[in-house]
Antibody
Framework: EVQLLESGGGLVQPGGSLRLSCAAA????????MSWVRQAPGKGLEWVSA????????YYADSVKGRFTISRDNSKNTLYLQMNSLIADDTAVYYC?????????????WGQGTLVTVSS | DIQMTQSPSTLPASVGDGVTITCRAS??????LAWYQQKPGKAPKLLIS???TLESGVPSRFSGSGSGTEFTLTISSLHPDDFATYYC?????????FGQGTKLEIK
């Protein structure tokens, strides 16, 4: 059974930093790409970033480019999102999702999400 | 970026009704379209991939169709469990983009 468990969310001041983690289990982690998707309170879904299975290729939404960094540790089956220079608009639930883009498949498994609140 | 536009934003319906949600892409995405269902406080759940392929375990009352720029999600006879918000998403290319969502609510 595929399991994705996010952690690291919380309250942070504008301009601050936070690192999210996503622990994966139940599939061959290094074989698949992974994505982060966020959802602001009461709003729709916004794709944030993706990384290939090897970690060698990354993609970012324009809204976070230069501020967020996606990475992974395949030895620990863990995905990360380093978030710097946070602004109020980054307030959202952040989901990690398995992203089999190489197989021409969409985001097929999602974690339960972790809430990030940017406020003074 | 590819823009995804869903309609309607809200869809009042009753148990037993058949409903259709439309999703339009700003450029051709072939069949690289997914549909998700999301309930309050929960993560999205993948229902359909490649425009019309039903995921394992998804009831057959759900169906998807379309290609290019026009897509539809149809629920043939609503069950109480189907009242939720539905999103389309293109996965032809990064950045992935979602429609704004359609909230299916009880009339």
């Amino acid at each position: 059974e595929v399991q994705l468990l996010e952690s690291g969310g919380g309250l942070v001041q504008p301009g601050g930093s936070l690192r999210l983690s996503c622990a994966a289990a139940g599939f061959s982690f290094s074989t698949y790409g992974m994505s982060w998707v966020r959802q602001a309170p009461g709003k729709g879904l916004e794709w944030v970033s993706a990384i290939s299975g090897s970690g060698g290729t990354t993609y970012y939404a324009d809204s976070v480019k230069g501020r967020f960094t996606i990475s992974r540790d395949n030895s620990k089956n863990t995905l990360y999102l380093q978030m710097n220079s946070l602004i109020a608009d980054d307030t959202a639930v952040y989901y990690c999702a398995k992203d089999p883009a190489g197989l021409r498949l969409p985001l097929d498994y999602w974690g339960q999400g972790t809430l990030v609140t940017v406020s003074s | 970026d590819i823009q995804m536009t869903q309609s309607p934003s809200t869809l009042p319906a009753s148990v037993g009704d058949g409903v259709t949600i439309t999703c339009r892409a700003s450029q051709s995405i072939s069949s690289w379209l997914a549909w998700y269902q999301q309930k309050p406080g929960k993560a999205p759940k993948l229902l359909i991939s490649k425009a019309s392929t039903l995921e394992s375990g998804v009831p057959s009352r759900f169906s998807g169709s379309g290609s290019g720029t026009e897509f539809t999600l149809t629920i043939s006879s609503l069950h109480p469990d189907d009242f939720a918000t539905y999103y389309c998403q293109q996965y032809k290319t990064y950045p992935y983009t979602f429609g704004q969502g359609t909230k299916l609510e009880i009339k």
